[in-house]
T-cell receptor
Framework: QSALTQPRSVSGSPGQSVTISCTGT?????????VSWYQQHPGKAPELIIY???KRPSGVPDRFSGSKSGNTASLTISGLQAEDEADYYC???????????FGGGTKLTVL | QVQLRESGPGLVKPSETLSLTCAVS?????????WGWIRQPPGKGLEWIAS???????HYNPSLKSRVTISVDTSKNQFSLKLTSVTASDTAVYYC?????????????WGQGTLITVSS
């Protein structure tokens, strides 16, 4: 049981938009802006695509965007492309004791 | 170009100690960043294990803290992880990463990962 709840899977057609939710609590997602998203292709290391809720590292397309409302963070991918098919993980800082929690991951299928 | 490379035994027997090393190239480990370990059991999600700064400041996942030691060797530009009393549930791909902050919520460079299997 992961600390953050993500849908197990989402899907969309090329060109469409999809949103992946990440629900935590008032002790993690709801308390801090230290929320990140990672993309992981099969057999590869995760890649940081969003940090601090909505910031994109250099080189990440602006098709990827992040937001947060209350205890739920969201990742939106617009203009879906075949190469976006991957697993996506959210994580959040959770205070000085727990420190860091991850979501269970969401498999994105591009139809 | 920042590069990280994990090295480890591949196979560890139950109850033994797992030792992993992450060699960093293209960037000094004696910087403002933390350096961390994150693992992923086969077919499952990510779990942060621990992180360290060159000064020796450490942060541990409380669920693993009693079995984990993270250390840094600035002369070799590398850091290491020891996990004691391993069981089958410690079977995972172990990644090392560069982290902004001790929690590793923002890990911008990762190694390719090394699969560690715990089995007799």
């Amino acid at each position: 049981q992961s600390a953050l709840t993500q849908p197990r899977s989402v899907s969309g057609s090329p060109g469409q938009s999809v949103t992946i939710s990440c629900t935590g609590t008032s002790s993690d997602v709801g308390a801090y802006t230290y929320v990140s998203w990672y993309q992981q292709h099969p057999g590869k290391a995760p890649e940081l695509i969003i940090y601090d809720v909505s910031k994109r590292p250099s080189g990440v397309p602006d098709r990827f965007s992040g937001s947060k409302s209350g205890n739920t963070a969201s990742l939106t991918i617009s203009g879906l492309q075949a190469e976006d098919e991957a697993d996506y993980y959210c994580c959040s800082y959770a205070g000085t004791y727990t420190i860091l929690v991850f979501g269970g991951g969401t498999k994105l299928t591009v139809l | 170009q920042v590069q990280l490379r994990e090295s480890g035994p591949g196979l560890v027997k139950p109850s033994e100690t797992l030792s992993l090393t992450c060699a960093v190239s293209g960037y000094s480990i004696s910087s403002e960043f933390f350096w961390g370990w994150i693992r992923q059991p086969p077919g499952k999600g990510l779990e942060w294990i621990a992180s360290i700064k060159h000064s020796g400041t450490t942060h541990y996942n409380p669920s693993l803290k009693s079995r984990v030691t993270i250390s840094v060797d600035t002369s070799k530009n590398q850091f290491s992880l020891k996990l004691t009393s391993v069981t089958a549930s410690d079977t995972a791909v172990y990644y090392c990463a560069r982290c902004s902050g001790g929690s590793c919520y923002r890990a911008d460079y990762w190694g390719q990962g090394t699969l560690i299997t715990v089995s007799s």
